[in-house]
């Protein structure tokens, strides 16, 4: 009974050691999370402020801005409907632990509205986010885990907040939606003389005369 308890100890701490041999734990992997914005193509976004609050509590402010990522297609489709790909560079929220909930005021460029929406960011989420860069993918096992955990907020007309994470496989997972509301002072507070950040772009207008704003499709 004892060499046969001791067999099956030592398969057991094989197998653990073969499972960790693949468990990304000693890839390497950045100390922070990044947050990224995106928008539908052709509906621009202007980003003017965006703060995290992370699960112990504290804020971070201005946690980025600017132009979220997107395209304007020269492919002569309606491709502005629903989100085509989930994608873009990043700011790593220096010092932040997992999210909690994550703030965002942006100006949608096409509409010429200034909207603002607290997000809360789902526990499944956070455990998504610690996978993606502790375990490899099983379908590559030789690659790496993923060097940075990423949050993905997407922007859209009518106030439409979507929230993705991406798995260990890097594939995008959306998490959570959340409706904005409109900021009633306007783009930059007040501050700007109610100026937004650029005019709508020809390839824009040209495509929003022709297709309109598809609300209802985020």
Not at 3 to 19: D, E, P, W
Not at 197 to 211: F, G, H, N, R, T
């Amino acid at each position: 009974m004892r060499i046969l308890v001791a067999l099956l100890g030592a398969l057991f701490i094989s197998g653990c050691q073969a499972s960790n041999s693949q468990s990304g734990e000693d890839d390497p992997k950045y100390e922070w999370w990044e947050l990224a914005f995106i928008k539908p193509n052709f509906m621009n976004v202007w980003v003017e402020d965006s703060a995290v609050e992370d699960i112990n509590g504290k804020t971070y402010l201005r946690a980025g801005g600017g132009n979220a990522s997107g395209a304007e297609p020269n492919d002569g489709k309606e491709s502005a409907r629903g989100w085509i790909g989930v994608g873009g560079t990043g700011k790593p929220v220096i010092g932040a632990d997992l999210p909690k909930r994550i703030f965002v005021r942006w100006q949608s460029i096409p509409e010429r509205k200034t909207y603002r929406a607290w997000v809360d960011i789902p526990e499944e989420a956070r455990q998504v986010m610690v996978t993606s860069t502790h375990q490899r993918c099983p379908e590559t096992p030789d690659k790496t885990a993923r060097f940075m955990a990423s949050v993905y907020l997407g922007l859209a007309p009518g106030g439409v907040v979507q929230v993705w994470v991406r798995d260990l496989c890097r594939r995008p997972v959306k998490v959570a939606r959340a409706q904005a509301d409109l900021e009633p002072l306007g783009p930059e507070q007040g501050k700007n003389g109610g100026q937004y950040a650029y005019p709508v772009s020809e390839k824009a207008q040209l495509y929003i005369d022709k297709y309109g704003i598809p609300y209802g499709s985020w």
